[in-house]
Structures are given as structure tokens and as C-alpha cells.
């Protein structure tokens, strides 16, 4: 499974690495994600969602049917 946020789309960032004589290597940072699982109460099921910390305050706000709504909207099977 990639490294991929279901609900942000976010993904890992690319860039270099600079050490103390300025040498470039490449390297990556990856988003914080989380693996939850929440409780669908119109469905009577547990989900488990791949999120970054951000999204999980989203789903805090917005609650877990309306994310799940708009994650089926885009066509991701949930």
C-alpha cells in the first residue's frame, strides 16, 4: 500500500539533504499517518481508514459519515 492519505491525498515530499560541506543527497519526508479504526454507526461496521494527523482532526470536526460520504463522492471504496 503506498504511503497516501485517503482522506488529505497527502504523499511523501521530495527534496535533498545537506550536510555540513553542502553535499546534496536526495531524500524524502513521508506524511505522519495513522492507521484508525472508526465505527460507522448507518452501516453497523468498523472502517479502518489510513490518515495523516491531520485528517484525523478533520474527521474530529467534520464526523466520520460525512468524510466517509465525500471519500465514496471520489469514487474510493470504503
Known amino acids: 500500500m503506498s504511503r497516501?492519505?485517503?482522506v488529505t491525498?497527502?504523499?511523501p515530499s521530495f527534496g535533498n539533504a545537506v550536510s555540513h560541506s553542502?553535499?546534496?543527497t536526495r531524500r524524502r519526508w513521508?506524511?505522519?499517518l495513522q492507521s484508525h479504526r472508526f465505527w460507522?454507526?448507518?452501516e453497523r461496521r468498523w472502517v479502518r481508514?489510513?490518515?495523516t494527523a491531520r485528517a484525523l482532526k478533520t474527521v474530529d470536526r467534520d464526523g466520520i459519515e460525512k468524510v466517509v460520504a465525500d471519500?465514496?463522492?471520489r469514487g474510493v471504496s470504503v
Do not use: E
Open 9 to 11: 491525498g497527502a504523499k
Open 71 to 73: 471519500l465514496r463522492a
Open 49 to 51: 481508514l489510513t490518515l
Open 4 to 6: 497516501r492519505c485517503q
Open 30 to 32: 513521508n506524511p505522519n
Open 40 to 42: 460507522l454507526a448507518s
Open 22 to 24: 553542502h553535499r546534496r
